[in-house]
Structures are given as C-alpha cells and as structure tokens.
C-alpha cells in the first residue's frame, strides 16, 4: 500500500513540473552580452565644421543674404533721411496740412524699417540654427559610420589643440583644461570624419576637385560608405 501511495506522490510531482519545465524551455535564450573590449574613439567637432566644405557653402550663401538685407535696409535709411530732410527744406509749419502728412509718411517708412530689421533677424536666425543643426547631423552620423567600422565603441568628443611655444597664455590656461590628456594618435578620428564628409559632399554637389589624402574609401581602408 505504501508503494502505492509513494508511486501515486512521484507521478504527481512529475505532472506538476512538467509544464513548469515546459515554460522554461520554452523561453528565449538570453542573447551574450558583447565581451569585447570598449574601444574609445575621439573627434575634434569644430576642426571639422571649420574643415567641412559643405559648412563652407552654407555660410556663405547665409552671408550673401546677410548682406543683402544689408543693402535692402540701407536703401530704407537712405529713403528715410532723404524723407526727413525734405521736410526740414519745406520749412513746412509744424500743424499744418503738409507737415503732418509728411511726418505722418516718415513715421511709416520707420515702422516698415523696423518690421523689415526685426523679420530679417528672425529669418536668419532660423537659418543659422538649421545650418548648424545639418551640419552636426552630417558629422555624428559619418562619426557613427566609421566608429561602427572601426569597432569603436564609444567616440568622445575633444579638442585637439596642445599648449606649444606659440600658444597664448589666456589659451594655455583653457587646454590645460581638457578632459583628454594623453590619447593614442589613431584614437583620433577627425581626419578621417572630415575627409570622408568632403568626399562625399563634393560627390553630390559635384563642383569641388577631390579631396587629397586618406579617406574612408581609400584603399586598404574602409569601403564606401553611403
């Protein structure tokens, strides 16, 4: 009878843990953790943006329209003082008719002026801030590129300037406070972020000669990246 009730109890157990079993193994596996070692990768942003031919242009196209606001907006002054100064030739009576019409006139082509200089500098800021916001899209993403290349890990962002001879004091004072003080020379990144955006900027617009020196696509490095 014993046997019995053991052989009852055993089968019972096993019926119960089957389905939890069954859920265990039918879970996903956990994917590895990546066991490679960290690689870090640095790029000097604004050695780039001051390299990268496409920031080139846009500045300029942004200055082209700076200074023709600028003329825009002088040819206004010019009108207003030539307004102003009619008036005082007129030697109209201050009250009259005509003097006020004319001062009346003056204080219109004022109001444009300052609705024309306060539209224009909100243009522009637009356009400035969109220029920055492409190019340091266009960078982070080439940066992206060659790290996921390269098998950077992780990609920091310095300066790479070092204190010389030539260095002013005031600007001594600022690179000693970098937060890279010793890297490796192929940890850094920013030649070769700059020369493949260039590269690749000028295969689109198709207006500059090629860039010299190693890229991306160079032989015995990298394949093109698109």
Partial sequence: ????????????????????????????AAPPKDSSPHR???????EVFQGYKKFEDMRAELQADIEKSDAEAKLMVERMQKMQQEMIESK????????EQGEKALLDAK???????????RKL???ESEMFKVIYSDTTSMVKKYAEFA?????????????????????????????????RAEDDITDVVLQTLNKQYESTAGS????????????????ALK
């Fill in 1 to 28: 009878m014993m046997k019995i009730v053991v052989a009852l109890l055993a089968a019972a157990a096993v019926n119960f843990a089957s389905p939890i079993l069954a859920q265990d193994a039918a879970k996903p």
């Fill in 40 to 46: 870090v990768g640095l790029v000097d942003m604004a």
């Fill in 92 to 99: 109209l009576a201050p009250g009259s008719v005509q003097y």
């Fill in 111 to 121: 109001g444009e002026f300052e609705a024309f200089r306060a539209a224009t500098q």
């Fill in 125 to 127: 800021a637009r356009r």
């Fill in 151 to 183: 098998k950077f890990t992780v990609v920091i962002r310095f300066d790479r300037k070092d204190i010389n001879d030539e260095t002013a004091p005031s600007e001594a004072v600022q690179r000693m406070n970098k937060q890279v003080v010793f890297h």
């Fill in 208 to 223: 500059r000669p090629p860039v010299k020196g190693a890229s991306l696509t160079d032989e015995g490095r990298a394949p």
